[in-house]
């Protein structure tokens, strides 16, 4: 398990920088040519472990899939024509994978058994579970609803209408991806907007989608036994990925640094207009559309930022980045509260107990509630670092990540007690903080 520690970087933050493909893209990019008849081609593809374990599931089940020179092509096997896998689907560390395939598959008439690492088998699949089994789906999880599991899918399955109990980009998209072999319309109904990269993708394949407004919630219609187009597919850069780089360009004093490509989905860019409210620095240049999906260059300038209480509404449209917000909070003049963060205690690690922790180890004022983080910031000065032992990260990618931030905006530095979990999703993660710091 590598360690490291990270130090403040000699230089301040300069140049252009290009983070790798959204991962939300890249999954469901490999998932629906997978259903498509034809060749579909990916370029800018995530080549991380989580996607990775994506693309092998769907060659278990039939699907050709293989990488030519920059470009991955996939030939499909058509909605409906996924064949039975001789083995487990071993999942890794991506909950994305198993909550997405448990709903594409739920609709075919194969058994699966899904398996997965320590950490992503403490993850709930409950959620998933329900409305999966009122389509026709039965499961036999593990105590607590959690990997190992066994799952039959129905065929045919049963449409339904599902209201959405939390959040849930991943819950909405397993119902709809059900809905695809399904007879009939399976509706999915949003209370709080989430991610959207489901409903604009599988459009963009040629499925039936409807997305309506009523009431302040959303309502999504899915047309079932689809019939899917393979297409050419240009992954835009991940904004999970680029919020280390925003916030590390905003807190290194004399950075000016410019990331390309960077996908501005209005559902995932809540951290870029949280960031801009405690006064970051960050233009948008060359603003196009790549694929259906806004994208832009970010140039983000060292910024003295100021502590705010973060609207609990823009929780789902940044998720994954609180994290690393928790760091530029606390490098902030006066204090930060954060609330309606439940959803973060269920992620890879409990995000809000492993961040409260390792920003205390190395510094920070930092106050846990139930759901959320109080944050009193430094006012600029640097975070003293860590000095005893390692932050534990709990195989948490993104706590790894959000610390190696932290550790460039400290005196000493913040060792981190394994940087392997970066894998699953930024594989060149430490390069590219080399790159920007050179």
């Not at 902030?332 to 269920?346: K, P």
């Amino acid at each position: 398990m590598p360690a490291h520690r990270f130090l403040p970087p000699k230089t301040p933050l300069t140049g252009r920088i290009r983070v790798p493909g959204d991962k939300s893209i890249s999954h469901r990019s490999i998932m629906f040519g997978a259903l498509a008849v034809g060749e579909t081609r990916v370029s800018g593809l995530l080549e991380g472990e989580d996607v990775m374990a994506t693309a092998e599931a769907m060659r278990q089940m039939g699907a050709h899939i293989e990488k030519h020179g920059d470009e991955w092509r996939i030939r499909g096997v058509g909605v409906g024509g996924l064949l039975q896998p001789d083995g487990a689907l071993d999942m890794g560390n991506s909950g994305t994978s198993t909550r997405l395939l448990m709903g594409l598959l739920a609709s075919h008439g194969i058994t699966v058994a899904f398996t997965g690492d320590a950490s992503l088998s403490k993850r709930p699949m409950g959620r998933v579970i329900e409305p999966l089994s009122q389509m026709g789906a039965s499961f036999e999880s593990s105590p607590g609803g959690t990997l190992p599991l066994m799952m039959r899918g129905a065929l045919p399955a049963v449409p339904i209408t599902y209201r959405l109990p939390v959040a849930s980009a991943q819950v909405k998209s397993a119902v709809l991806l059900a809905g695809l072999n399904t007879p009939g319309i399976t509706t999915v109904i949003e209370p709080v907007p989430t991610r959207d990269h489901s409903e604009r993708m599988l459009r963009g394949f040629g499925a039936e989608l409807d997305v309506e407004e009523a009431d302040g919630e959303r309502i999504i219609r899915i047309h079932g036994e689809a019939d899917l187009k393979p297409r050419q597919v240009t992954v835009p850069g991940d904004p999970s990925s680029a919020a280390f780089f925003i916030v590390a360009a905003l807190i290194i004093d004399g950075s000016d640094l410019v990331i390309e490509n960077v996908g501005l989905n209005p559902t995932r860019a809540g951290l870029v207009e949280v960031l801009r409210q405690m006064g970051g620095n960050i233009e948008e240049l060359d603003r196009r559309e790549v694929g259906g999906e806004p994208v832009a260059d970010l140039r983000v300038r060292h910024s003295v930022l100021t502590g705010i209480d973060v609207d609990p509404a823009v929780a789902p449209s940044m998720i994954d980045e609180f994290p690393v917000l928790f760091v530029a909070a606390s490098m902030a003049q006066g204090t930060t509260t954060t609330s309606g963060l439940d959803e973060l205690r269920v992620k890879e690690s409990d995000r809000l107990a492993a961040m409260a922790a390792a920003l205390t180890s190395a510094g920070a004022r930092v106050e846990e509630l139930e759901d959320g983080l109080v944050i009193e910031g430094t006012g600029g000065e640097p975070l003293r670092g860590t000095a005893a032992s390692p932050v534990t990260t709990h195989l948490d990618h993104r706590i790894a990540m959000s610390m190696a931030v932290a550790g460039l905006a400290s005196k000493d530095g913040v060792e981190v007690d394994d940087t392997a979990p970066i894998r699953t999703s930024f594989p060149n993660f430490m390069d590219l903080l080399e790159e920007a710091a050179a």
